[in-house]
């Protein structure tokens, strides 16, 4: 289960329901999949997306998305700090960035323009959707390991569009992990 943390604000929210609705109050969807009671997360990509077949097909009619594929990072990944490169400075997308956690975890903080930054760690179970032209980054967590299912609506991939005055340096990953859950069920901290 998600939390999302507000930096600006001193708050974190970790109640499902109202990370939901900050999440929506900001257009970006937010969902819960099941895991284990589908497919073994740990399974090969093509068993993980035939056992999610169901929610990516409607992702991909209600987003016009035409592919979908696995990401698979462990902090043995070749040139993993040259891959997250890519990732953790602020930029924006010209498609809808949707992934679906499956394991580990990570950060995709989000600077809105009339509104303090904050960060969404997901955890596996997490599907999460950043609209198009939202200014974002993403870290991993200390673990470095996520395994996620990517949508996308380019079969070659979404490019990243950097932004020349980024906040991104201001930012740690902010990760708090499972131990925080049980944590202010959307109140301030």
Not at 12 to 39: C, M, N, Q, T
Not at 64 to 90: H, Q, R, W
Not at 109 to 136: C, K, Q, Y
């Amino acid at each position: 289960m998600a939390i999302v943390s507000v930096p600006a604000e001193s708050r974190r929210i970790s109640d499902p329901a109202a990370i939901k609705a900050f999440l929506a109050d900001h257009g970006i969807d937010y969902d819960v999949w099941p895991l284990e009671d589908r497919v073994n997360p740990a399974a090969p990509a093509e068993s993980i997306l035939a056992a999610y077949k169901p929610e990516i097909d409607v992702l991909k009619e209600r987003g016009g998305f035409v592919t979908a594929d696995v990401i698979d990072v462990y902090p043995d990944t070749p040139n993993l700090d040259a891959m997250l490169e890519k990732f953790n400075k602020e930029h924006t997308h010209t498609e809808d960035e949707v992934r679906f956690i499956l394991q580990g975890s990570g950060v995709f903080h989000i600077n809105p323009v009339d509104r303090p930054v904050f960060g969404i760690e997901v955890w596996a179970g997490d599907m999460i959707s950043v609209p198009l032209g939202t200014r974002h980054w993403f870290d991993l967590c200390r673990e470095r390991r996520i395994r996620a299912i990517r949508l996308f609506q380019d079969q070659s991939g979404w490019t990243p569009h950097y932004l020349d005055a980024g906040v991104h340096a201001a930012y740690e990953p902010l990760c708090l992990g499972p131990a925080y859950l049980g944590g202010d069920n959307g109140a301030a901290s």
